[in-house]
């Protein structure tokens, strides 16, 4: 394992009503956020390969982690998303090796049929930080009632050293949407497009 890893929190949110009317069958979105050392806090690197590789280690051990908090099939999976937080020894492009190259193969990998861009944020914050993980439909990016955003935040985290990242996955969209455009029902997910 090459992320020191401090803590590791998952979060749970199941909507059975929205102004009185039922959500039937209830969204969940769950959360997985790990709290890890930055090897290059408070340093430039150049090569940022460990970072990179750490991302493929979390997109593995998140998802499966927030799969398990959903208690459905990879399969059945949504949508998703992606976020980290840098500490303030850290910069943004720590966050984004850990996001991008390598995070969203292991993570598709356990989903299924997900060709769709993983929505993502980044940016650097102190003890608390509020990350607004994006997220959309894992197989049409032109699904509008995924286009949501979940928000998590650990306490104790990010330390000026650390970072924080989150995966997030969702069992469907936004509560009674109907705001129009391709519905999941449409959706052929085989552009991560449409």
Known sequence: MKARIRK????????????GRPVSPPIKRAAAVAVIANPFAGTYQDDLAELIDIGEELGDLLGRHALAALGIAGEAVQGYGKAAAVGEDGELEHAAAILHPKL???????????????????????????????????????????????EVRIPDAPRAGEIVVAVALTSGGRPLPRVGGLTHAEAKGEDGLR
Not at 125 to 138: F, T
């Open 104 to 150: 969203g193969a292991p993570l598709r990998k356990l989903l299924g049929k997900a060709p769709a861009l993983i929505p993502s944020s980044k940016k650097r914050g102190s003890l608390g930080v509020v990350l607004d993980v994006p997220l959309g439909h894992k197989a049409a990016a032109y699904v509008r009632s995924h286009f949501d955003g979940m």
């Open 8 to 19: 590791i929190v998952t979060v749970l949110d199941e909507t059975h009503s929205e102004l």
